[in-house]
């Protein structure tokens, strides 16, 4: 969104159209394994983006946000698990949430963007 210029009001209608039902957890841990992998890293939030589990700090998740409804990464985090394969997150708090609306979010950077708690910039 910030690095694409995409305004917050046109990026914040992808998450309503996100619905991957053909998503797998135990097929893509399976493809992984065969392939000799020893870890599986996946983006559970990115800076521009929603988070990718349920969260009790923001309702802008894959989980709340979209008609998915699902954690896919719990589901991924269990198969790995039953399959002995480290599970692995990327975790980017650089701007926090896009959602400005949420007031318990605080305070907001240059560009509009809701900081997380976590966050001192």
Known sequence: MQYANIPREEYEKFAPQFNPVKFNAA???????????????????????FSMFDSKVSDYTVVKSTPYKKDPLKDLSRECKKAGIKFCVYHSIMTGTIRPDKKRQGEYNSSGMALDARTST
Do not use: F, L, Q
Request: glycine share 8%; charged share 20%; proline share 0%.
């Open 27 to 49: 097929e893509w841990v399976a493809i992984a394994k065969n392939a000799g992998m020893k870890y599986i890293v996946i983006t559970s939030k990115h800076h521009d983006g």
